[in-house]
Nanobody
Framework: QVQLVESGGGLVQAGGSLRLSCAAS????????MGWFRQAPGKEREFVAA????????YYGDSVKGRFTISRDNAKNTVYLQMNSLKPEDTAVYYC????????????????????WGQGTQVTVSS
């Protein structure tokens, strides 16, 4: 069983930065793929970023490329999402997700692929 706990959300002005953290329990964290999704009110859950088990491969949604960076520290069982140049349209609940499978193909862009989820953390960007 894997449990994920997100932190680091909050209120920030447009152009500012936040760093989200996701702490995972379980001895096999270092072998799991990790991802971040977000969901704004009235919208579907959207892919933000993903990182391979080793950290060697990273992927980003088009709306965050060049502004967000995903990273992981397997020694600390933690994945991070550094968010820079934030925009009001980045306002959403951000969810951490993990799965024991590798990031192969394209199904992992969709929420249904991921087996474990955190409870989410709110990010609000004011204009």
């Amino acid at each position: 069983q894997v449990q994920l706990v997100e932190s680091g959300g909050g209120l920030v002005q447009a152009g500012g930065s936040l760093r989200l953290s996701c702490a995972a329990s379980g001895r096999t964290f270092s072998s799991y793929s990790m991802g971040w999704f977000r969901q704004a009110p009235g919208k579907e859950r959207e892919f933000v970023a993903a990182i391979s088990w080793s950290g060697g491969s990273t992927y980003y949604g088009d709306s965050v490329k060049g502004r967000f960076t995903i990273s992981r520290d397997n020694a600390k069982n933690t994945v991070y999402l550094q968010m820079n140049s934030l925009k009001p349209e980045d306002t959403a609940v951000y969810y951490c997700a993990t799965d024991p499978r590798i990031l192969y193909g394209s199904n992992w862009y969709f929420p249904h692929w991921w087996g474990y989820w955190g409870q989410g953390t709110q990010v609000t960007v004011s204009s």
